[in-house]
């Protein structure tokens, strides 16, 4: 079991985190969150596929959501750049694989089985929105019920406004870093903050590009 406990903030630093072994050669994780140590968990990991890697053929019973961080992420359906969101609803399967090695942020067996959208996209070739405050930018991937998901875009040196999260949230830092009044977040930080947790984020000079998921903690916070 690790971060289990939904009604306590989780932070992992990636690159400080030791990454294991997959039962597939030349495939390691870095485990985030996992309610048991089987290949049938609910689960949030950092995975990374060495060049000509090649994972197992999977169902994904309750869902696959991903995010491809570096490098081309391929199955037998597709190649996917860096930047691609993913979502393999219940039911669906595929066989991965990575020619020249990628790296991935994966989310399994965390969708609501009425949530059965296949979704791609390449969000390097997506519109950014206007965010709340000036310097952010928002686009937006899924949504679900209370499940939001967003790319979140940060300039240098914005503040965004003390916040409550209903339902939670999870953040991945992309790139830049990220901040709030208990931290600071570089590069590859994984954050969850529970159902009605605050916040006022900010960024300094780098910036930031963040991943971010809200209300879908709710259902765990109620179990
Ligand atoms: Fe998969
Ligand atoms: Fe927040």
Redesign the pocket.
Known sequence: MLNQNFSQKGVIQTSDAESIKSPCDGVTRTLLERDDYSEYAVSTTLVQFEPNAS?DE?T?DYG?E?LVLEGIFS?EHGNYPAGTYIR?PHGT??S?FSKDGCKLL?KLRQFDKMDTRKLIIDTNKEKWLPGLVDGLFVMPLHNFEYENTALVKWDPCTKFNFHQHYGGEEIFVIDGTFYDEFGNYPKYTWIRSPHMSKHQPFTKDDGALIFVKTGHLLKSNNE
């Open positions: 994972f999977h994904h696959e991903l199955d393999n399967s595929h991965p994966v």
